[in-house]
């Protein structure tokens, strides 16, 4: 009797052990460790959304989404505009019955994964790879209620809408009579312009100087200033207290504009997150001081045109 149960003993180190001794029935701290990271993904709880067509829309890689199917019905995967199927592999197949199908035209095909399930509560797992990313589900069947149809929203999506966001303001900042130039000349005869300005306010875009030759006014720029971040400049008419934009053009870093003010405002954003420059002018021209400064600025300006 002891000797078949040391031969038992022995017979079962064999079965789970390799040649390190390593112990098949038992995972290592460290896969387990690894192992609880996947698990938690697979049970995250998304908030997903409805789609126009009354699809369950996931937000891809947020979790493992798990699809309810039903016997005799088909569930549709439907995948992103333009995304091409490589591979798709089931952990079931015996079971679950599906196909492959495109809807559309180009550029814009949409690839379709279909399921169907052979019996109800029923569970396996299915991986989608296409030329742009790699889906991994968890399908399930009821007897009766399933998702007719699966859709997906992704987070590049999202970044192209916050490109398309940005350039619809820099267009619109482009629309607003602010045009680069390169033939309109900056005075530079300081003995004829008046410096006696006032520039109030905290933010990236408050000029560095505002200056007028008698006709137009010149408001210079950070150099930093990025073209499309460029605030609008609005005329403040003290009789009507009313904003009105006025047209301007932006020489290297200066706003030419094409009257003189007493009061304006430098706008960018809305609402809490508005940013906003009064510049006031005083009666007085500015003192010799300063002329001397923007003269030896100006100078520098010359040398690296």
């Given at each position: ?15 789970f ?8 029935a ?16 697979i049970?995250?709880?998304?908030t ?11 937000l ?6 798990s699809?309810v199917?039903?016997?005799?019905r ?17 952990g079931?197949?015996?079971r ?35 030329n742009?990313?790699v889906?991994t589900?968890?399908?399930v069947?009821?007897i009766k209620?399933?998702m ?12 192209a ?19 680069k ?16 300005y ?5 933010a990236?875009?408050?000029?560095l100087r ?6 137009k006014?010149?408001v210079?720029?950070?150099?930093n200033?990025?073209?499309?971040e ?29 009257r003189?003010?007493?009061?304006a ?7 809490d ?10 009666s ?11 003269l ?10």
């Amino acid at each position: 009797m002891r000797t078949l149960f040391l031969g038992s003993l022995i017979l079962s180190s064999l079965l789970f052990a390799d040649d390190f001794g390593r112990d098949f029935a038992n995972l290592t701290e460290k896969e387990k460790k690894d192992l609880a990271i996947a698990q938690e993904w697979i049970r995250s709880q998304t908030t997903t959304m409805s789609g126009s067509n009354g699809e369950v829309v996931f937000l891809y890689g947020a979790s493992m989404p798990s699809i309810v199917t039903a016997p005799l019905r088909l569930t549709d995967i439907a995948l992103e505009p333009g995304e091409i199927i490589k591979d798709v592999r089931a952990g079931d197949t015996v079971r679950w019955l599906i196909d492959l199908s495109i809807s559309g035209e180009e550029p814009n095909l949409v690839s379709h994964v279909i399921v169907k399930p052979t019996d109800k509560d029923l569970q396996t797992n299915l991986k989608i790879m296409t030329n742009k990313r790699v889906y991994t589900l968890n399908l399930v069947s009821q007897i009766k209620d399933y998702m007719p149809s699966v859709a997906f929203n992704y987070v590049n999506n999202i970044s192209a809408t916050l490109e398309s966001y940005k350039k619809t303001m820099k267009e619109k900042s482009e629309s607003k009579n602010f045009k680069k130039t390169k033939d309109e000349a900056i005075p530079s005869n300081v003995d004829n312009l008046d410096f006696g300005y006032t520039v109030e306010g905290d933010a990236e875009f408050k000029p560095l100087r505002v200056y007028n030759d008698g006709i137009k006014t010149y408001v210079q720029m950070p150099k930093n200033l990025k073209f499309y971040e460029a605030p609008v400049l609005m005329i403040l008419d003290t009789k009507s207290d009313e904003n009105q934009i006025v047209n301007y053009r932006l020489k290297l870093d200066t706003y030419i504009v094409d009257r003189l003010f007493n009061k304006a405002v430098l706008i960018s954003n809305v609402g809490d997150k508005q940013e906003k420059i009064t510049i006031t002018k005083k009666s007085d021209k500015a003192n010799q001081e300063i002329v001397e400064n923007v003269l030896y600025d100006l100078s520098l300006q010359g040398k690296n045109r």
